[in-house]
Nanobody, 122 residues
Framework: QVQLVESGGGLVQAGGSLRLSCAAS????????MAWYRQPPGKQRALVAT???????NYADSVKGRFTISRDNAKNTVYLQMISLKPEDTAVYFC????????????????WGQGTQVTVSS
């Protein structure tokens, strides 16, 4: 089984910073792309940032210059450093990973974390 566990969410004032972590564990052969999504109250889940196994990154326009995605391949962990937070960044943040398992090294599967709440007060 594969499990993704997020941590680092919380309540912060506007202008503050938070760092989210997401660790993948279990029956993993390798991990391809990892990503962060977020779902504000009453809205759909949306992509925040992605990072490939080689370190190439991509960001939603709304977070460019404020959020930084990174990963530690040795620890199967992805991070999201968030600075200059705004009230509109309030959401449940989910990590996603495209993972190859040992029994099927040809087809990766998406795995999701349980989500961590980020609340930014004005």
């Amino acid at each position: 089984q594969v499990q993704l566990v997020e941590s680092g969410g919380g309540l912060v004032q506007a202008g503050g910073s938070l760092r989210l972590s997401c660790a993948a564990s279990g029956n993993i052969f390798s991990i391809n792309t990892m990503a962060w999504y977020r779902q504000p109250p009453g809205k759909q889940r949306a992509l925040v940032a992605t990072i490939t196994s080689g370190g190439s990154t991509n960001y939603a326009d709304s977070v460019k210059g404020r959020f930084t995605i990174s990963r530690d391949n040795a620890k199967n962990t992805v991070y999201l450093q968030m600075i200059s937070l705004k009230p509109e960044d309030t959401a449940v943040y989910f990590c996603d990973a495209l993972i190859y398992i040992p029994s099927n090294r040809l087809t990766p599967y998406h795995y999701w974390g349980q989500g961590t709440q980020v609340t930014v007060s004005s």
